[in-house]
């Protein structure tokens, strides 16, 4: 058995791994601190889940990042864990932390389009704490208080930067203005992404 500890110090990476010889096995913490979500999005998880086979050997094992201080105003922690086996990389299991708000659940992969190398992601956000909704995207308490988890999916063209958000759905039943069409919102930051909130809210 061979052990990997980082020292305790204030550094924003460091990881805490233990790898069994006898067979191979690998299972590794990786905690990573302020940052960007962006980087993760655009150039970790990617380059993570797009590793070539041949460059995995015979790795097995689980890792998991913990991600705390998230440089996004409304994302502020969370967890990804991923299975390395057979040659292959599986994102088990993604949930962010919504400060006192709530948990997203959310499902991961990456598409080509046209040349443009597009992230996808299909995410339930579960509301634990409704005053602190209301009072983060602005609306008023009575118009949350029979919400419990907003559906919604997001991509994002990687090339150009462009978000889109749309398959809104509240407690799992579609929202009126997607039965007329799949809507489709661009949105450009945090700002954005509230004022829609807002919007689909109060609708």
Do not use: M
Not at 12 to 21: R, S
Not at 29 to 55: A, H, R
Not at 58 to 64: A, E, H, Q, R, T
């Amino acid at each position: 058995l061979i052990t990997l500890k980082s020292p305790d110090n204030s550094n924003n990476i460091k990881i805490d791994t233990e790898i069994e010889l006898s067979p191979f096995y690998l299972n590794s913490n990786i905690y990573l601190n302020k940052q960007n979500l962006n980087f993760l999005v655009d150039e970790l998880i990617f380059s993570i889940l797009n590793l070539k086979s041949d460059l995995l050997g015979n790795l097995n094992g689980d890792i998991n990042f913990i991600l705390t201080n998230i440089e996004h105003e409304i994302i502020r922690n969370g967890n990804i864990s991923l299975n390395i086996s057979q040659k292959t990389i599986k994102l088990n299991e993604v949930l962010l932390n919504v400060g006192d708000i709530g948990q997203i659940e959310t499902e991961i992969n990456y598409i080509k389009k046209n040349d443009d190398t597009i992230f996808h992601s299909s995410n339930t956000l579960i509301i634990k704490n409704k005053k602190k909704f209301a009072k983060k995207f602005q609306v008023k308490l009575d118009t949350v208080k029979n919400i419990n988890t907003i559906y919604f999916e997001i991509e994002k063209n990687i090339n150009t930067g462009l978000i889109s958000i749309f398959d809104i759905k509240i407690n799992q039943a579609a929202h009126e203005e997607k039965n007329k069409g799949k809507s489709r919102y661009n949105i450009k930051n945090s700002q954005e992404l509230k004022s829609l909130v807002k919007k689909i809210i109060n609708s």
